[in-house]
T-cell receptor, first 114, second 113 residues
Framework: AQSVTQLGSHVSVSEGALVLLRCNYS??????LFWYVQYPNQGLQLLLK??????LVKGINGFEAEFKKSETSFHLTKPSAHMSDAAEYFC????????????FGDGTTLTVKP | DAGVIQSPRHEVTEMGQEVTLRCKPI?????LFWYRQTMMRGLELLIY????????DSGMPEDRFSAKMPNASFSTLKIQPSEPRDSAVYFC???????????FGQGTRLTVV
């Protein structure tokens, strides 16, 4: 079984401030981990993914995430928030032994204040 | 590739009517997923296919919902009869063993009045 917990359904930061979105997972086998972003009236698109290579993963738009096995975490960060980062962010986990479905978290809505 | 293509983008229908949502996955992808997104329940997996065969339909709400994948390039999600509580955004996504992440379509916003 696998599951994802995103801490905080809403996060608000000022433009230029650090963005930190938290994700903890559970998985009975080595996981693949993903962060997706959803802008209003659009589908989800991949920000970055961890597939058992480097534990620090860099994605699009300046985002990065670090896989920490000991903490079962995969938190998403960005050093300096832009207004255009305002969106909903989803963490997802998939078993590396199964190319099938991913399990998604409940999502975190990021608001960026001017 | 044009990505995952869903149609229609918006659908408004009356309660009791049949609704059919359509999806064309990315060519070469052998997994196809149908999701439903609402404010109350978030993103829910309804059903997924591998090589056109349904693998897990445990998320399908009830018998009013059915999904088919007659070939590798087309899938449908049908609701019959539709009810107001079915109002949601329905997403189709595809992936493959070689491409670990899912690629999502733009979604179909369904409103049942």
């Amino acid at each position: 079984a696998q599951s994802v917990t995103q801490l905080g359904s809403h996060v608000s930061v000022s433009e230029g401030a650090l963005v930190l979105l938290r994700c903890n997972y559970s998985s009975s086998v080595p996981p693949y981990l993903f962060w997706y972003v959803q802008y209003p009236n659009q589908g989800l698109q991949l920000l970055l993914k961890y597939t058992s290579a480097a534990t620090l993963v860099k994605g699009i738009n300046g985002f990065e995430a670090e896989f920490k096995k000991s903490e079962t975490s995969f938190h998403l960060t960005k050093p300096s928030a832009h207004m255009s980062d305002a969106a909903e962010y989803f963490c997802a986990v998939k078993r590396s032994t199964n190319a099938g479905k991913s399990t998604f978290g409940d999502g975190t809505t990021l608001t960026v204040k001017p | 590739d044009a990505g995952v293509i869903q149609s229609p983008r918006h659908e408004v229908t009356e309660m009791g009517q049949e609704v059919t949502l359509r999806c064309k996955p990315i060519s070469g992808h052998d997994y196809l997923f149908w999701y439903r997104q609402t404010m109350m329940r978030g993103l829910e997996l309804l059903i997924y296919f591998n090589n056109n065969v349904p693998i897990d339909d445990s998320g399908m709400p009830e018998d009013r919902f059915s999904a088919k994948m007659p070939n590798a390039s087309f899938s449908t999600l049908k609701i019959q009869p539709s009810e107001p509580r079915d109002s949601a955004v329905y997403f189709c996504a595809s992936s493959s063993r070689q491409v670990t992440e899912a690629f999502f379509g733009q979604g179909t916003r369904l409103t049942v009045v």
